[in-house]
């Protein structure tokens, strides 16, 4: 008879301290952080666990052993802010298929700042004294910029890509497909990936700017949030670039607003997540869409709002709505066999779930949108990074504009890694 698998048991320890730049903290080569708007939580020192799941049914996996992590856990934490207290970051593939697997990790530190206070959580095995040495920050390294060309998929692929996926499209089987293109490259291999961090997140201080296992960007995009009960979404579909001139603007956001491409686009997102959220809801409800102001481009945007019924946690919720129309299409199981029909490489963690969770089940998650993926750091001179751009492909769509979205949506992450 198998014996049952007995997990350690942790003690997560917080404490309110001055306010410090957290970001000096984190590891140059492979930072730890989720930030947004000042606010920031940022791993420091080696990590406890880490915990890749490779086979189906990951998400799942995952959500069921964090659950089992937290309810054997001893927490002590005098700050009870969002981030505080036992916490785990996840990056999650996109795709069950993946060769990338999806990642748990539980840090020794944590040093995290909300609405200008400052805190710094340990956490240990039970079993075993707190002898990690306190973190210290370290100084950011040169500045550095990446050698970048086109992936697999080239404008021409791409152009076949989207035509195959109008095929099917116009054959019934599907109402929308996400078709992604790459562009790949080198950093040295000596890069502080922390300087790409605080770059995105200066420049686009509204999304989720985050550095996880080795996936860095800036998301405009929140999967889901989970906090005291309540669960919330921002659903995006639908994108123009931004005008030269604030009547530019104005045009631009009039037509996309008015257009039945992207509207059709927009529903199908929405509505994916409502159909997710509503058995794990007692109430559930979504605003009127609104165009989103980035830096670079508009989005067509839609919040959606709830309260929990049955207690399920933040990974839980991710397992339910990954992967939604917004990075996939509808109907999902047709859209993703489509994806891996037409796309030319594997999406790794591009478009899947990033984030963090709590004890408490509690945690935000964003989709890993305008991100770069980073290769590890070995014995050559340089490590690899690809970036990632996508567009929703629904009946109407033209190539040719379909390439230019991905162009704009480029913009953040190439531009940083420049």
């Known amino acids: 008879m198998t014996e049952p698998l007995?997990?350690?048991?942790?003690?997560?320890?917080?404490?309110?301290?001055?306010?410090?730049?957290a970001l000096e903290y984190a590891d140059p080569a492979n930072p730890l952080v989720w930030t947004r708007n000042g606010d920031i939580l940022v791993a420091a020192g080696p990590d406890l666990l880490h915990i890749d799941v490779g086979e189906d049914g990951r998400i799942a996996a995952i959500a069921d052993l964090w659950r089992a992590f937290s309810q054997t856990a001893d927490v002590y934490d005098e700050v009870e802010l969002p981030g505080t207290g036992l916490v785990a970051f996840a990056a999650l593939a996109f795709d069950d298929a993946s060769t990338s697997p999806s990642t748990l990790i539980v840090p020794t530190t944590v040093i995290g700042i909300r609405a200008g206070r400052a805190w710094k959580t340990r956490i240990r095995l039970m079993e075993?004294?707190?002898?990690i040495a306190e973190p210290r920050p370290v100084a950011f390294g040169p500045s550095w910029s990446a050698s970048l060309g086109p992936g697999a998929m080239d404008p021409e692929t791409h152009d076949t890509a989207v035509r195959r996926a109008l095929e099917i499209i116009d054959s019934g089987e599907a109402q929308k497909i996400v078709v992604a293109r790459d562009v790949v490259g080198t950093v040295p291999a000596s890069a502080d990936i922390r300087r790409l961090v605080r770059a995105l997140s200066e420049e686009y201080a509204d999304t989720w700017t985050f550095s996880v296992d080795g996936i860095v960007g800036a998301s405009p995009e929140t999967l889901v949030t989970v906090r005291g009960g309540e669960v919330s979404a921002r659903v995006l579909a639908g994108t123009r670039g931004r005008g030269a001139h604030v009547s530019d603007d104005e045009i631009i956001t009039a037509e996309l607003r008015a257009s039945e491409k992207d509207r059709n686009e927009h529903r199908f997102a929405v509505d994916s997540v409502i159909d997710a959220l509503a058995p794990h809801t007692s109430s559930l409800e979504a605003a009127e869409p609104f165009a989103l102001e980035l830096p670079n481009l508009w989005h067509l945007a839609t919040d959606v709002r709830g309260q929990l019924d049955g207690g399920a946690s933040a990974l839980d919720l991710v397992r339910a709505l990954h992967p939604t129309a917004a990075v996939a299409g509808t109907p999902t199981p047709r859209a993703v066999a489509a994806i891996r029909e037409i796309e030319p490489f594997d999406r790794g963690r591009y478009a899947g779930p990033v984030g963090w969770i709590d004890g408490n089940g509690d945690g935000e998650f964003a989709i890993a949108l305008r991100c770069a993926q980073f290769?590890?750091?070995?014995?050559?001179?340089?490590r690899t990074v690809a970036a990632h751009a996508g567009g929703g492909i629904v009946a109407g769509s033209v190539p040719e504009a379909e390439l230019l979205e991905t162009r704009v949506k480029f913009r953040p992450i190439v531009d940083a890694l420049a």
Do not use: F, K, Q, Y
């Open 6 to 21: 007995t997990l350690p048991r942790l003690v997560a320890t917080t404490r309110e301290i001055s306010p410090v730049d």
């Open 375 to 382: 290769g590890p750091v070995g014995d050559a001179p340089t």
């Open 128 to 131: 075993r004294p707190d002898d």
